[in-house]
């Protein structure tokens, strides 16, 4: 019987399951698996990072674009805690990031080895489904499931604990098998029940002013069309949460666009309020996109909620229908359930979405135009959208680039074009999520934009960036402070600003030491020119944007607006 070492045998599992990139950090407890990946033939880029974060963040961002699984490895210890808010933010997102990282040995645990901690516990709370290795003999069976745990039902990130010892153990080569369908997800889909299906179509062609609610997983599924298509028969308006966006083009005449405390705004809640039927597609109704469960109100709207995860369903409305299953199968099925009992669309969809759209707009339109300075973010969104092909991915931080970007960034393309962090909102997502979807879509321009706050955490990534030619652009909203939390301090905390500001860094100067092409705008008629530079050139490029304070800007959050 042929025998092949652990860290072999786990690089055979992830090409057997057909991956092709892993971020990563190395370790002395990675080394093992580290000469596997030199010795074998595998076809596996391995993208070194300079942070374990950014490995995950990266992994997270390839998987939204790709549809693949995402790959991320670093070494115990503080690889293993570095790594942690990427893991997170995926599992949460319902997006599949394999996890690995290296620890000690298993006949070393106990005493008090260099970097030494309980895996198992550490990543179980993050994670859907998480293992530290015992021994060489599992990693098959592990990896086998690992797979099978992030592509089906809900989508999610797993985690496996690697020993040096058991990288170094012997491994039956006849265990080494595996099903690369297993890396698209969903790799498995269920319909929910049909019965469920029928009462909600029944609703749904009672009701005058039925409205749909969509969260992230009709782009996971893939369920644009199908989605459109059930609007379309009732003439019902299609609200967004964040990560909702692109389940519908922001042309078509039923896109209202995103809803909720964060890029949402007033024309937008008030159809939410208009609504006597709200279906919720794949989103959980949390504090974000219902603006702390007032819109829609609990107990006054009638509610279906469509969801791969049960738990989900009705944990925030009382539901009159609840539909498990997955988004794509689900509303073909309900798309079918429609046409077999005659709906007929009503005019209020496109009519009260055209009107909201229009004031809505209006209004920005007046803002982004202003010649202001510092430059308003209304400007570079105009400008981002002006420059920018449909193809493109934007992946945008919290503070200033998100709730800007979700409520006016527009693109008539359904699927994964605009990407946010929304589990955990951490700072520093957006440059390593970005360079991250270039390996998942090469082919399309992938712009990063961050605050200022944002680029602290993640600078370091420019070296990689610079190393491995991604030609990303990068803009970087340049206030320095962390506006967010300042303009919670204005508005609810009577402007008493404390421990908010930090000193103007020069973004342009940092990135050209990296290597990195940079520019700086100060003049607004200066931007459109500058970010086409950006967007049009075939290496890294920074723009680094004097923006006004976010404390001072027209945000679209609905805290402040009140
Ligand atoms: C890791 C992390 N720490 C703290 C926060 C809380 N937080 C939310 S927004 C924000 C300020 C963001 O500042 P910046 O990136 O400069 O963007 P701006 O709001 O100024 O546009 C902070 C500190 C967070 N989201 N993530």
Redesign the pocket.
């Known amino acids: 019987m042929t025998q092949i070492t652990g860290g072999e045998a786990f690089v055979r599992m992830l090409q057997l399951h057909g991956v092709k990139h892993i971020f990563g950090l190395c370790g002395d407890t990675s080394l093992p698996f580290y000469d596997a990946m030199y010795r074998l033939e595998h076809g596996m880029q391995h993208i070194l990072t300079r942070d374990e974060r950014s490995a995950a963040y990266m992994a997270d961002g390839y998987a939204r674009v790709s549809g693949r699984v995402g790959v991320c490895e670093g070494p115990s210890g503080g690889g293993a805690t570095y790594i942690l ?1 990427g893991v997170v933010e995926a599992n949460e997102s319902s997006i599949p990031v394999l996890c690995f990282t290296s620890d000690i040995s298993v006949s070393a645990r106990g005493r008090y080895a260099l970097t030494e901690l309980d895996q198992q516990a550490l990543f179980r709370p993050l994670t859907k489904w998480n293992t530290v290795l015992d021994t060489g003999a599992d990693i098959p069976r592990v990896l086998r499931n690992a797979f099978k745990q992030m592509t089906t039902g809900r989508p999610g990130a797993v985690h496996i604990g690697f020993p040096y010892d058991v990288q170094k153990q012997m491994v039956d080569e006849a265990d080494i098998w595996g099903d690369a369908s297993l890396n698209q997800f969903p790799s498995r889909r269920d319909c929910a029940d049909p019965a469920a299906i029928a009462e909600a179509a029944k609703l749904l062609i009672a009701a005058e002013r039925p409205l749909f609610i969509v969260g992230g997983g009709v782009v996971i599924s893939g369920a644009e069309a199908e989605l459109v298509a059930c609007a379309g028969r009732l003439g019902a308006p299609v609200a967004t949460t964040i990560s909702g966006q692109g389940s519908i083009g922001d042309a078509h005449a039923l896109a209202l666009g995103v809803v909720g405390s964060n890029g949402g705004t007033l024309p937008t809640r008030a159809l939410v309020q208009a609504a006597d039927l709200v279906v919720f597609v794949s989103c959980r109704a949390g504090s974000v996109t219902t603006e702390r469960w007032r819109y829609p109100a609990p107990g006054k709207v009638a509610v279906i909620q469509l969801d791969i995860d049960p738990a989900v369903i009705g944990a925030n409305y009382p539901v009159a229908v609840g539909l498990v299953g997955d988004a794509k199968l689900t509303l073909a099925a309900l798309r079918d359930e429609l046409d077999a009992s005659g709906a007929r669309a009503r005019g209020w969809g496109s009519d009260a979405v055209a009107a909201a759209k229009r004031e809505k707009f209006s209004a920005f339109r007046l803002l982004a135009e202003a010649n202001e300075r510092p430059i308003r973010p209304e400007r570079v969104v105009a400008e981002l959208n002006r420059v920018l092909q449909d193809d493109a991915v934007v992946v945008a ?5 998100c709730p800007y970007l979700s409520a006016y960034y527009q693109n008539e393309l359904t699927g994964r074009h605009l990407i946010s962090n929304r589990a ?5 997502y957006s440059m390593a999520a970005a360079a991250g979807a270039y390996f998942g879509r090469p082919g399309a321009k992938i712009v990063s934009v ?8 993640t600078v370091g990534e420019l070296e990689t960036i610079c190393r491995l030619k991604i030609p990303l652009a990068m803009v970087v ?1 340049s ?1 320095s ?7 919670g301090q204005k508005t609810g905390f009577g402007g008493r600003y404390f421990s ?1 500001d930090f000193s103007r860094t020069d973004h342009a100067a940092v990135a050209s030491a990296f290597g990195v092409k940079s520019y700086r705008v100060e003049d607004p008629q200066k931007l459109r020119d500058t970010l086409k530079l950006a967007v049009e050139a075939n290496e890294p490029v920074l723009v680094d944007v004097l ?1 006004q ?2 404390e001072e800007a027209r945000a679209p959050v609905s805290e402040w607006i009140a």
């Open positions: 808010p931080d919290p503070g200033t680039p955990h909102g951490a700072l520093g961050m605050g200022d706050g944002s680029f602290g955490f909203i206030n402070n962390f506006g967010w939390i300042r303009a908010v923006c304070p976010l």
